[in-house]
């Protein structure tokens, strides 16, 4: 097992490798450091997918244009904050979530907090790689096993190739959606009056969201990644870049996907939106000229390559951390896991596994955050202690905050359950951190 103080990986020169290291186990150095651009087309690139339109439509199905509208915007504003407190830190430091759970957590302890997220993550490729042969086999007829198949394997081919890889598909993935967006909403506006999209009051019913748990449901989609986010950031030059790169995706990427979906639901385009959301996809193919069918393909692989291949890494970084292994070994291992569970339909839960997320994640997140921010003896404080086996307060806290989420979500549904959690955690763990001595902490 690493711990975050081991001793700095050697820096290969140019010459004697073939891929770039990804600095599992030691902070990136600074010489090794990616621009801006690059860090922030890994993060651009991410939120800009399909499976973050649906939600987007979702919620405003449920609330109507104008509060899912609101919704959606409160949530990128709670995300915005939460990853970019992480990212800052991250960018400042160079080191990964494993890294950064080792001070909060414990060089033990951290096991617990890093399998769970990177865990999760792989859960979010096996769902992705699982809707990216139903989503083609719907719309042209394709095997949906054996396009489940390919695609799983050329995911892992390009997550293996490491954090410069997802740079460039992100580069390519977002612009892409925001043609195939443009596009469904032009065909859309064709058959529909896009006027009536502002007088749009959502399907209503005995399920509607309340405003909170729509909020829930936005910020449940990237809760887990965005906690994850110093394995993104950790590439940046400093933390204000970090930030930067963090803004790319929310609000402006996850807004231009969310409001995509909700769009084409108030226009009245999505049948049982509901449930299916705002998937547009449906509107690009059929009885449409055959160029829009080859987008649309395209569109599918490449979008949802996007989002597989982040989370993989998220996963395959985490668990190489957890094993002592390379990240691009473990890509191998938990592709063909994620695959295989593919085959099995776990993407069939999409809603379910909302919740779960929205209960767990943010309370583990936020502490964190309190702990960077408002450990015992100041500002920097986390940096200068010695890293204790088991942190105890930290889990605490997170139990706490996951309580609280669960509570809010089964008996005040009018609250968000992701932003209870997040909150009280941060409070329990400011609290515990005064309140138990630092020398029991250590023992």
């Not at 186990?25 to 690059?38: G, Q």
């Not at 748990?213 to 906690?227: L, P």
């Not at 939106?273 to 059929?286: M, S, Y």
Request: charged residues 10%.
């Amino acid at each position: 097992m690493n711990t975050p103080h081991s001793a700095a990986e050697p820096v290969p020169s140019a010459d004697s490798r073939e891929l770039d290291d990804e600095f599992e186990h030691s902070p990136v150095p600074a010489e090794r450091r990616k621009s801006l651009l690059t860090v922030s087309a890994v993060w651009f690139g991410f939120p800009m997918i399909l499976t973050n339109a649906i939600p987007g439509g979702v919620v405003v199905a449920m609330l109507g244009f104008w509060r899912g509208l609101a919704a959606i915007l409160a949530a990128n504003l709670v995300m915005l904050l939460y990853v970019g407190i992480l990212s800052h830190r991250a960018g400042s430091t160079g080191e990964s979530f494993s890294l950064q759970a080792s001070r909060t957590f414990g060089r033990g302890g951290y096991v617990v907090a890093a399998a769970f997220l990177a865990t999760i993550v792989v859960g979010w490729f096996a769902f992705n790689t699982g809707a990216t042969g139903a989503t083609l086999h719907a719309s042209f007829g394709w095997h949906e096993r054996l396009v489940t198949v390919l695609a799983g394997l050329g995911f892992i081919a390009l997550t293996y190739l490491g954090i410069k890889a997802l740079s460039w598909l992100g580069a390519v993935a977002a612009p892409l959606f925001i043609v195939a967006g443009v596009i469904a909403l032009v065909l859309v506006a064709r058959d529909h009056d896009m006027g009536a999209v502002f007088s749009y009051d959502g399907v209503g019913g005995a399920s509607t969201l309340t405003f909170g748990a729509a909020i829930s449901t936005i910020m449940a989609t990237f809760a887990d990644s965005g906690t994850m986010t110093a394995d993104f950031t950790r590439w940046s030059k400093n933390g204000r870049q970090a930030v930067l790169a963090t803004i790319s995706a929310f609000p402006v990427a996850s807004l231009v996907a969310q409001i995509t979906g909700g769009l084409v639901v108030a226009a009245g385009a999505i049948a049982s939106a509901g449930t299916t959301g705002g998937d547009f996809l449906p509107i690009l193919t059929g009885e449409h000229s055959g160029i829009l069918n080859v987008i649309a393909a395209v569109f599918v692989f490449v979008n949802l390559g996007s989002v597989c291949s982040h989370c993989l890494y998220n996963g395959a970084l985490g668990w190489s951390h957890l094993t002592g292994t390379k990240m691009r070994l473990m890509t191998i291992v938990l592709g063909l896991i994620g695959t295989l569970a593919a085959l099995a339909g776990v993407w069939d839960h999409f809603l379910d596994w909302l919740v779960v997320l929205s209960v767990f994640v943010p309370p583990l997140g936020g502490v964190l955050i309190a702990d960077q921010l408002f450990a015992r003896g100041g500002r920097g404080a986390m940096d200068r202690r010695p890293t204790a086996a088991i942190r105890p307060t930290a889990f605490v806290a997170w139990a706490i905050g996951a309580a609280a989420a669960a509570a809010a979500h089964w008996w005040a549904p009018q609250l968000s359950d992701a932003v209870t959690g997040l909150v009280v955690a941060v409070l329990a763990y400011a609290v515990l951190e005064r309140a138990v001595p630092e020398n029991r902490v250590r023992a």
